[in-house]
């Protein structure tokens, strides 16, 4: 079996801190499978601040970890060329991308290939060097916008840190069933469902997690959005608006049910029945430039699916509006 030799250099999140040893760099590699670093840190291939450690060794965060191991060739990430994303913004150190909806961003169980990073890496060598080839935070699959992506280890480095001390303005248009009447913030810890290994759910146990939601246009029975992050869990635009009783249209995973308004434009309940996404978007982004340092801000419109629903929910809010004596 043909092997390549593989090295990477990072420092290890503030977020990670508690953490086992082979967790945390699995979460940071998710290239490689958690038994595969375990093999790694045990078989002395992991210098921590340059000790060896053992895999249950709980990291405090901020460590220098030096990864230089053999790997077999069909346990890496392959590059592709043509996968549809957009580059919003390019420079040495710092990629903007525009992810799609329906486009994974890792390489997984049953999504090896045509991926995201699987298209970065086919149009960005370089990245085959960094962890995550560049990529400092995710987007689920059907969320679409916006992302940032390290060209170099010190750009690695520094965003990676910037996420981590929440220093990265991120705000998300969502697109929610229910009427959200002013501003709220949501502070509940997530966690793991009880019951679904795929979802999230807020829990006493959960880890800490902080949403900030402002309505930006409502209608008859939805609202338009604006979600700002402090933290980043899994799920967590979903997760906090399900318990706020809103879920994002299409989100059927977390409690959305297609609810209408009554008496809706016939094309209004044809839109939202055959929403095929949750309707949940990354419209912008702000960081310092981890080499320059200036201040870097970008924006993104709707997609087309959710423009479209917007407008019909104003459409059908101006018909009714209307209809009244």
């Not at 929440?166 to 998300?172: C, G, H, I, K, M």
């Not at 829990?203 to 933290?231: I, K, N, W, Y």
């Amino acid at each position: 079996m043909s092997c390549q030799r593989v090295r990477h250099e990072l420092t290890l999140a503030g977020d990670l801190q508690g953490l086992r040893l082979d967790r945390a760099l699995a979460s940071v590699l998710p290239q490689y499978s958690r038994s595969q670093v375990v093999r790694w840190i045990q078989d002395g291939y992991v210098a921590v601040d340059g000790n060896q450690l053992r895999p249950a060794t709980q990291v405090q965060g901020g460590e220098s970890v030096v990864v230089e191991a053999d790997v077999s060739r069909n346990e890496l990430w392959e590059p592709e060329y043509g996968i549809a994303f957009d580059v919003v913004h390019e420079d040495p150190d710092v990629l903007v991308v525009e992810k799609p909806a329906g486009l994974v961003v890792h390489p997984g169980s049953g999504n090896w290939s045509s991926t995201l990073i699987n298209g970065l890496l086919g149009d960005y060598e370089e990245l085959a060097n960094l962890p995550r080839a560049g990529v400092v935070h995710r987007l689920d699959k059907d969320t679409s916008g916006l992302m940032i992506v390290a060209r170099s280890h010190l750009a690695w480095e520094r965003l990676s840190a910037a996420v981590a001390a929440r220093q990265v303005e991120r705000r998300y248009l969502v697109i929610a069933e229910g009427v959200l009447d002013g501003p709220r913030s949501v502070a509940e810890p997530i966690g793991r469902h009880p019951r679904n290994r795929l979802k999230r759910a807020v829990r006493t146990d959960g880890r800490q997690a902080r949403t900030h939601f402002r309505p930006m246009e409502s209608f008859r029975g939805h609202t338009l959005v604006e979600a700002r992050l402090d933290t980043g869990r899994t799920h967590q635009i979903r997760v906090h608006l399900a318990w706020l009783h809103l879920p994002v249209v299409g989100d059927r995973s977390y409690g959305a049910t297609g609810r209408m308004p009554s008496a809706p434009l016939e094309e209004l309940v044809a839109v939202i029945r055959g929403f095929e996404r949750h309707a949940l978007h990354a419209a912008k982004l702000g960081f310092q430039h981890p080499a320059s340092g200036d201040k870097l801000v970008f924006r993104s419109r709707l997609p087309t699916d959710m423009a479209r629903l917007v407008d019909l929910l104003r459409a059908d809010r101006s018909f009714q509006a209307d209809r009244k004596p």
